[in-house]
């Protein structure tokens, strides 16, 4: 009798376990597939409580699996209120001449100028002028930019734009019409608007170049028009911060840029997203060069970089780190939404890229249709794979362990040492330049937001050259 009891309480735990063990062994297979397992868990469990029911125990399997994997239901991630830290101090004044034309004046907005607002300032600037913001705070200042050449400047350090629920059109902090602009030195932080999609800058036309600016705490960072009569559009960004960005519905992103002429980014730091992607961007071309593109500590990013319609994009000298709660488990991708561009080609060139997802992943994701796709001299740090189909040609792309760099755990991945299993392959003279881009390393990126040039030819792999060997 004993043990007829026992069998059957051993049948009862393997009828309790079964439906887990078999969850774990798929998710399990899935995430080496290259899918991040908190996406799957959630459709088991819609699958699981549409077929069997809300109160399973094959659903109810579910939870110690979620918390063994530490991946919390979809409802409690949703549920979790967006929150970011204070932004950081000011930043101290770069000394730089403004783009100006002969004859422009230069309007002056500070607590003790004649404008004191933003908005003035908005509203009186001609074509040319130059516009000067003294370094401060400025709350619930918004502006629609409607000049068709401006130069638009701190003074004395960054001039900090509060939205304090404020838009401009519903918008953004600023929104810029259609014109040639160059804005150094502003920080905008904590847009909300009704359709989730608030902005830093909302750019809807011409061309925009962004120096030294903060973009915290916000639904998007920089989001641009694009598409029918946009080609001529361009966006560069350089030495800014896009951090805590994002709605958390992933339908938000650091820099989204639209279908425009070109997207350029460089020594720039992205991190902490909100679901959406660090940069997104339907460009015909599309450079990111020396850049830190990192999840961080409690980042959730989906993509770091997602090229959904391809296009020719140029990547070199990144770092691309993915933290283990990320919601897509590829770091980049490209063409996962269809080629819409007649030239559609990937150079993944000496960046060094980090996967913590601890079951599996991509370290890149290239959809079928590309004409080319190239990854070479890339560190890879951590699982995953370069997926890639027939297109994909890669060569001299080693895997290194954490223990290789100088500080990892706070994202130093400067190489501990001469790696002599890491050499570096010379590029193929065909592959030494794309659209006037090079693919050769000639800097790196420096903490923070700075460009150090680097004073001879890369030795090694990857987006840093300071090892500790000469």
Known sequence: MKGSRMRLIYLALALLLAPAALLALLVLALTLGGHAPARWLDAAE?????????????????????????????????????????????????????????????????????LT??????????????VEIAAGDYRGDVAVWLQRRLSIRSVGGNARLWADGQSAEGKAIWVIRNGQFDISGIDFIGVRVPDRNGAGIRFEGGSLRVRNCLFWDSESGILTGGGAGKQDMTLDVEASEFGHLGFGDGYSHAI???????????????????????????????QLSHNRLSDEQGGRSSYEVDLPNGGVAVLVGNLVQQSRRTENSALISFGAEGYRHADNRLYLIGNTLVNELPLGGAFLRVADGAQAAVALNNLLVGPGRLQGGGALEQANNPRLS????????????????????ARLQWLAPALAEVGGVSLVPSAQYQHPRSLRRLDRPPRWPG????????
Do not use: C, M, N
Not at 269 to 285: Q, T, Y
Not at 402 to 421: G, K, M
């Open 256 to 286: 989204y840029a639209g279908a425009i002429g070109r997207l350029r980014v460089s020594h720039s730091h992205f991190h902490h997203g909100r679901v959406g992607h660090l940069v997104k961007s339907r460009a015909a071309f599309t």
């Open 402 to 421: 954490p223990q290789d760099f100088v500080d990892p755990e706070h994202h130093d991945y400067r190489l501990r040492e001469d790696p002599a299993h």
């Open 117 to 130: 607002r933003i908005a003035q300032a908005a509203r009186e600037a001609r074509d040319g002028d130059v």
């Open 46 to 114: 819609q699958q699981l409580s549409q077929t069997l029911g809300p109160d399973s125990l094959a659903l109810q399997a579910l939870a110690p699996l979620r918390e063994l994997l530490d991946e919390p239901s979809a409802q409690v991630r949703q549920a979790e209120a967006p929150s970011a830290p204070p932004p950081p101090p000011r930043w101290a004044a770069v000394h730089e001449p403004p783009v100006r034309s002969d004859g422009a004046r230069v309007l002056r907005v500070g607590p003790a100028e004649r």
């Open 463 to 470: 987006a840093f050259q300071d090892a500790a060997a000469p």
